[in-house]
């Protein structure tokens, strides 16, 4: 039964969200529809824009991306130090 009660409660801590979470927004990447006529048939992709590494509108996403990573990464960092 302790066991029990722990393991409730250590899930409750631990999906809890901070008031850091809940300001924290992924970006989210610009849709630009491309098509592809292949084997006889037509594919969109909405995402081939980022298929070039040298534009600046990629690398800019991606480090936007990885921004948001560190600081999702910091918050979780810190409330892991709080369960173990």
């Given at each position: 039964?302790?066991?029990?009660?722990?393991?409730?409660?250590?899930?409750?801590?631990?999906?809890?969200?901070?008031?850091d979470?809940?300001?924290?927004?992924?970006?989210?990447?610009?849709?630009?529809?491309?098509?592809?006529?292949?084997h006889?048939?037509?594919?969109?992709?909405?995402?081939?824009?980022?298929?070039?590494?040298?534009?600046?509108?990629?690398?800019?996403?991606?480090?936007?991306?990885?921004?948001?990573?560190?600081?999702?990464?910091?918050?979780?960092?810190?409330?892991?130090h709080?369960?173990?």
């Open positions: 039964m302790k066991y029990l009660i722990y393991v409730v409660c250590t899930l409750l801590f631990a999906c809890k969200t901070t008031p979470q809940t300001e924290l927004k992924p970006p989210v990447a610009n849709k630009v529809p491309k098509a592809f006529n292949e006889s048939g037509t594919r969109l992709d909405e995402y081939f824009w980022m298929n070039d590494p040298k534009d600046t509108a990629v690398i800019n996403h991606l480090k936007a991306e990885n921004a948001y990573y560190e600081r999702w990464g910091r918050l979780c960092r810190k409330r892991n709080y369960i173990f």
